[in-house]
């Protein structure tokens, strides 16, 4: 998916005048493709999904082709053997927008779980209701999980693979661990095995920062925690266990001048 280089390759950090310019740029590429891209993953969505995804696919690489080629972001990826299995229940540790981007890149036929609020931004809003996403009221608690077993349950059917960010929303690196039950029950019911994922985004492209700061992002995909004959707590901690315990090794505390 990507030319891997170390953070060494970018030689000493830009001033910040030239970090926002990059940023900048980066956002105007993304603006403009998302409203050129957006009536053609319309239509593209509308004729069948794979057409859809594909189309999808392609805006998400011009993206990420910026991302590389303005903001001197990398990315290397481990354990991408374990995406072999079909279906699966990938958790990941939710750090910045880049994992949003990444994820549907290197999942194959992905269904992903997100917030229904999301479903009116425009543009994006639109072809993520028509992604086949699990749309989940926020806030709805018993009832969002018993939506979520359901829609789960019909995705799996269809040998799809449901991406779920446990944490629910985006946490700074560092901040203490706060995942979620909802997809280790959903696991415990179906028998569909977890797939973890470790990354260190959010020291590069910080939640809430315009500036996004050069070096390598480091992905790591765990092999698929079993979950048959498993109550959903004995799920969820070996997942957040195999997560954080990969924070751990991948973080750098104080990696920039935030």
Same mark, same amino acid.
């Given at each position: ?12 950090? /830009?001033?910040? /005048? ?10 105007? =590429? ?9 009536? /053609? ?5 509308? &004729?069948?999904?794979?057409? +859809? ?23 290397? &990826? ?34 992903? =779980? ?24 926020? !806030? ?23 991406? &779920?960010?446990?944490? !629910?929303?985006?946490?700074?690196? !560092? ?6 039950? +909802? ?49 959903? +707590? ?18 750098? /505390? ?5």
């Amino acid at each position: 998916m990507s030319n891997v280089t170390d953070d060494s390759d970018f030689g000493d950090l /830009p001033s910040k /005048p030239v970090l926002y310019a990059r940023a900048m740029l980066w956002w105007l =590429v993304f603006i403009i493709s998302t409203i050129v891209m957006t009536i /053609p993953v319309l239509i593209a969505q509308l &004729i069948s999904y794979k057409h +859809g995804f594909a189309t999808i696919r392609f805006w998400l690489k011009i993206h990420m082709t910026a991302l590389r080629l303005i903001c001197r972001i990398d990315w290397q &990826i481990q354990g991408v053997e374990y995406l072999s299995t079909t279906p699966l229940i990938v958790m990941s540790k939710h750090q910045s927008t880049f994992e949003t981007m990444m994820l549907p890149m290197i999942i194959p036929d992905p269904v992903f =779980v997100a917030k229904r609020e999301l479903a009116l931004v425009p543009c994006f809003g639109w072809c993520l209701a028509l992604a086949d996403t699990v749309l989940i009221k926020r !806030g709805a608690g018993r009832s969002a999980i018993r939506q979520l077993k359901l829609l789960a349950a019909e995705r799996f059917a269809r040998k799809r693979n449901l991406v &779920i960010f446990p944490e !629910g929303t985006r946490r700074a690196p !560092g901040d203490p661990p706060a995942y979620k039950i +909802g997809g280790a029950v959903v696991a415990a019911e179906t028998g569909v095995a977890v797939l973890p994922i470790a990354h260190n985004a959010g020291e590069f492209w910080p939640r809430h920062s315009f500036i996004k700061w050069p070096g390598t992002i480091d992905v790591r995909i765990g092999p698929p925690i079993a979950t048959q004959d498993k109550e959903a +707590g004995e799920i969820l901690k070996e997942t957040v266990d195999w997560i954080e315990n990969e924070q751990k090794k991948i973080s750098k /505390p104080g990696r920039f001048p935030y």
